[in-house]
């Protein structure tokens, strides 16, 4: 795997700790993932006692290969599930989703999703139909920047018509662009520190 590139599949279920104090804060129970912007705005979790908690990126002070050290105990914020279900999630919202240029051709759907634990933290999505396209070599990479409109239903994503000329066929190709100056510009809009669209407390 690429150094600081794991699966959203491989956060989900880990353990979170805090630095501090070495308490179990919780498990990951997904990632909040701006389908536009294309960042890891952080992490929605259940805490011990069955919660529903979140920790905004900033909060969050490391992640190891057994567990997410938040900054401190009070890295958590409560979430109520109307929250969870008004703001984009991998696993819950984004895995599967159609990927449609605005021409209206489906390029496929949303079959893993990669994130960058450094910051950046974007996310990359992988496309492809079925299996068999991943087995044939038919699937590619994109970063989830590229991402213009996302819709009410949770079902489709619109992407530029140009998206086949900034996508690559394997996850390393698509992150040494990532390293490239112009690319680099294209994949960050803003980061999570700008205070919008984070966790807050309800």
Excluded: C
Excluded at 38 to 52: A, I, S, Y
């Amino acid at each position: 795997m690429i150094s600081n590139v794991v699966t959203a599949d491989t956060l989900i279920g880990m353990t979170i700790l805090s630095r501090t104090t070495g308490n179990k804060l919780g498990v990951v129970q997904d990632l909040y993932i701006d389908p536009v912007e294309g960042l890891l705005k952080g992490v929605t979790m259940q805490t011990p006692d069955g919660n529903l908690a979140g920790i905004d990126y900033k909060n969050i002070y490391s992640f190891g290969h057994d567990a997410v050290m938040a900054n401190d105990d009070e890295s958590i914020v409560a979430i109520k599930e109307d929250w969870l279900e008004n703001h984009s999630h991998a696993k819950k919202h984004l895995f599967g989703v159609r990927i449609v240029t605005e021409s209206g051709n489906l390029l496929g759907q949303v079959a893993n999703i990669y994130v960058r634990l450094t910051q950046p933290p974007f996310a990359v999505y992988e496309v492809r139909d079925s299996i068999l396209d991943k087995l044939l070599g038919r699937n590619f990479f994109m970063f989830a920047s590229a991402g213009r409109a996302f819709s009410d239903d949770a079902e489709r994503i619109v992407v530029p018509d140009d998206i086949t000329e900034n996508a690559a066929s394997n996850l390393r190709e698509l992150m040494n662009r990532a390293e490239t100056p112009i690319h680099r510009k294209a994949i960050i809009v803003r980061t999570p520190d700008d205070g919008e669209d984070t966790i807050v407390r309800h």
